[in-house]
């Protein structure tokens, strides 16, 4: 065995995943409706190929020779090992039978899961529900390393490196944050006009508008592509090869534009990974908090800025060929920042979105850590969102029954969207150490901000963990005061809270 | 060795093969421009995976022990296995560094094509395609069964059971036929105006024409996708899923009118396909020619037919949205079908077509069978030009340079292009017998048509060879009559070449 060796085989892996991963994007992009009986075909033949690679007698091999012979690797190898010998002990292990009991389960419940919201009533979800956590709750022996408690186990597949213990500490904070500004806003605060959201816009028009954002922001076309989905995401093939998707609605503008916006920040993440590491699988995204970070940054901390706005706004107004050029800059910038409690969180707005996250992180931990009784969660979820939110779902569909992760046995992975939020405003807070972002957002170059997350996060792709990437780029830990002041910043001035809003009032 | 296992192996093959498809589409359909390098790998190695399946051991083994126990298949298993072992027999006994060069081979003259069509000169080109002949030369003998020439191996590799003693005798008269109608149509024909051909019809606007046709015609989209490319063509991932593809041009709406007409006869061949040879070789068109006749029987048969665009005219107008309002259909309906020399094969006329296949057959025939000196090709190709249509290439772009087949090896392609046309016309004379085209075509339901050919045709995959379809759907072999006699009946009337036109013209 020797480095060549092991790459030609991590090679034919990943060559295997792309390939897996143009087969998702078509599914989602629009694949023949009736083809998708013999596409599960397809797929289940070439997973198998991938997977039995992934844990097949090569790698097992390598790992072998490789963990008594470390210095025969080069650097580059050293640092794919690593990631090599993680990912096959976290999988060899675990008994084929099991897996294969819990895809049947997914596949149960996801087809439950879609019954259910039909009848609107968690009960017809409440049996396949049950089952995916019994069978998680038997994987976790497996999975675990270290972790203090079971949920963190889950915890870690998404985020390496994340805890209960450090979640409770970064939530509650979050939490209070988010309820003491909702309650100035209450007070103090000027609801913006948002009447005009609602005008028509053609998805030409809107498509428009926003390619010329993301090609300003630094997606690369040339390695990419935007097309129409249901569920809208990014897919990166390769870092020549980062699609993004998104869905459309001509009276709502909001949706694509923050979306695509969204979706951008992921695959520029991609294209900016470091070549060095093709075909390897360090060749991606580090985590699912990091990932969400960079795709938040673009939408919620660009896609928030005022300087960023009102450089846009005229090419908006182009764009929209007249239907806009009745309604004042400000009055169009306050619009995009309302905030409204809401009971379905792909809806929520960027200040109320994280208590979606954190009533979701509870339940979890409730199921994982507390042995909490399922039958009861419709009415836990119910009384938080009527505690943290002050508002209460008439139905489970409107509740418990709104999110797909837990049809596909996905626990642990809702945090990610918080840590993203909070990962964003920290990095934020250290690039504004060294520019000035609302300067940068007037400007016609916006290459400095892409260039430092480029330096800082995207090119290590998968060598280096968050909570590196985390000390590194900020010169701390997690640290989630810094959204608090952010939306503190963002809100107090948009609603024109007194002592907050008077330095930006006079643009 | 059991059917059932072969069959396993067959379906896996069949898998790899849906997922090369998929992979093609989408290089041809907009693939990011940077992502064509790594894209060649993963190609390169799903293929390598594919191709020593196609020639694996398992395959070697079903061939022995069935050509030994034939009657331990069922019917389908037989058909299958027929085939299976056919491909095989073409196919093992190449040796690998033959193909490997002519891999290379073919990839330097694609370059070289390219680079001799920027110069307008062959001698930038008669190198490698002096390569790719001697190659192919080469390879013939291990190809060869019992046909009489060696091109006659070549036409094998395309259409089943075609040779140069038939080809020889039908082109004769098929270009015999086309001199004559030229002939008259220049003497007592009346040339249809034009003029109004190139107004803009947006790419929206094309589109919801279009595919309201093809809906009609019978092409399926819940079993397929129409999709934007520059080289248009129809893949058939599987009988679910055969997708077509077209360029647009707002000042010329009869490329894409047509084009997309014409690939729906080809997706429409592939959609019905017998079910039951689902993941086997037989699940697909039998030959380039019967895959043709499909395509072309919508793009020329149907696509000329007065009645049909009597009905269909209305609704292209309403398309147009006023664009055409001022032109009569008799008007409209003449000018769809003007004819005219030309130099370029894609951009020719109905009539003329065939005469540039014949060329090219003519030429391939002296390389293989007559060994031409490849430094006089562009002297031959002018001349038979000028002979045969009345145009002299001003250099070899407009010339021996304007097509791609021959940088990569494809000899004995182009003849099913005119063997298509052909069986087109006879298939139509032998549908007559049954229905009315005309009738149908002036109706609002245009099944009748596609179940005839289903029956007929598509049903049967590559189960039958060309040969028999053609004798059991129309009664005789392969005779080009019909299409000289449905020529003369289109072009006559259009022309207004009076003993002809009469019965139409009271319309």
Known sequence: MNEKELMKELKEINLLQQTLGILDWDIQTGMPEKASEDRSEVNSYLYSLYFSKKIGPKIKEAIQYFSEHPNELSETGKIVFEKVKEDYELEYKVPEELMTALTAATSTAQVQWQQSRETKNFADFQEALTKNIELTKQLIPYWKKDEATDYDVLLNQYEPGMSVEILDRVFQQVKEGIMEIRKTLAEKGHEPDTSFLSRKMTKAQQKRFVTGVIEQLGYDFSRGRLDDTIHPFMIGINHNDARITTRWNEHDFKMAVFGVIHEAGHGMYEQDIDEKFAYTPIYQGTSMGIHESQSLFNEIIIGSNRSFWEKQYPFFQQCAEGTFDDISFTDFYRSLKQTQASLIRIEADSLTYPLHIIIRYEIEKMIFNEGVDVAQLPTIWNQKYEEYLGV????????????????????????????????????????????????????????????????????????????????????????????????????????????????????
Chains 1, 2 share one sequence.
Not at 423 to 445: G, M, N, P, R, W
Not at 477 to 486: A, K, T
């Open 392 to 507: 209460r779902p008439s139905n489970d569909l409107e509740g418990i029954l709104q999110d797909v992760h837990w049809s596909g046995a996905s626990f642990g992975y809702f945090p990610s969207y918080a840590l993203g939020y909070m990962y964003a405003a920290q990095l934020l807070h250290a690039l504004e150490k060294e520019l000035s972002i609302d300067e940068v957002l007037a400007s016609d170059d916006y290459r400095p901000i892409k260039e430092w997350m480029k330096e800082k996060i995207h090119q290590y792709g998968a060598s280096r963990k968050p909570t590196q990437l985390i000390q590194d780029a900020t010169g701390e830990v997690l640290n989630p005061q810094y959204l608090i002041d952010y939306m503190k910043k963002i809100y107090f001035s948009v609603y024109q809270v007194a002592e907050f809003s008077s330095e930006k009032e006079g643009k």
